[in-house]
Structure formats: C-alpha cells, structure tokens
C-alpha cells in the first residue's frame, strides 16, 4: 500500500533555512539537515520502499485559488491565517500503516541547530488508489 508522508513548516522556517532573521541557520546547519534527509530518502530507496519525494517551494511563492461569486479569485502567499503549510512530501509503498509510521518518525531526529525550535511534524495518509464507492 502507499502512504503520503508529508512534512510541514512555515514561512519563518524557510526564511531562517535561508540564512534570514536572527535565528538564521549556518551553512552548516543546512548541510546536516540535508545529509540527514539525503540518508532517510536513501534507506527508503535501499529497502525498496521508496516511490517519489519533493521540498516545495517557500510558501511566498503559493498562490490559492477559491471561488467567489461564480469565479476564481486569485490570491498570492504566504497566507497571514495559515502558520504551518505543506513543505515537502515523500511517497512510499510498505506492508503497512505501522511501517509507514515508523518511516515518518525517524523525522523526529531531523537535525537543527541548539536553541532553535524543534517542533517538527508530519501528517501520514494512505493513498487511495481507487475512487471511493458509495455504500449501495
């Protein structure tokens, strides 16, 4: 079965990923974060559970799109109601719901560096590969 990992941050996390405010990653605090992501992504590449992966951009570059009075409004972000959005997502194909809870929780040791916040987070979802039936 697959399951969609999918790892959150917010506006403020990719600015200080960028060097950006006064608690700005250094260089080489980024470098662990993606040698740590490089070596998680390539475990799940090993044991043959990998399927896809990708970092989105910043949310200063999302648009949304909602309907208003039979059309589409455009709206460029980041969205000052919206803290946490989507980051980046990987995909896996594993035995089970437990496995791919495992999976997600080795995110829980993504380096950062002292003093900065840790709240790291992601959300699991099974991925339907069928559209849903209604009940008859």
Partial sequence: ?????????????????TGKGEAAWTAEDVSALHEF???WNNALVESGEFVDANGLSAPV???????RDGGPVITDGPYAETQ????????VDCVSFDRATEIAAQLANTPHPPGAAA???????PIDDAPPTPDL
Wanted: charged share 25%; net charge neutral.
């Fill in 37 to 39: 992501m490089g070596a």
């Fill in 119 to 125: 709240e790291v987070y992601v959300d699991i979802r």
């Fill in 61 to 67: 570059h999302a648009r949304r799109i909602s309907m």
């Fill in 84 to 91: 946490e959005v989507l980051a980046g997502y990987t995909i």
């Fill in 1 to 17: 079965m697959k399951y969609l990992i999918m790892l959150y941050g917010s506006q403020r996390d990719y600015d200080v990923l």
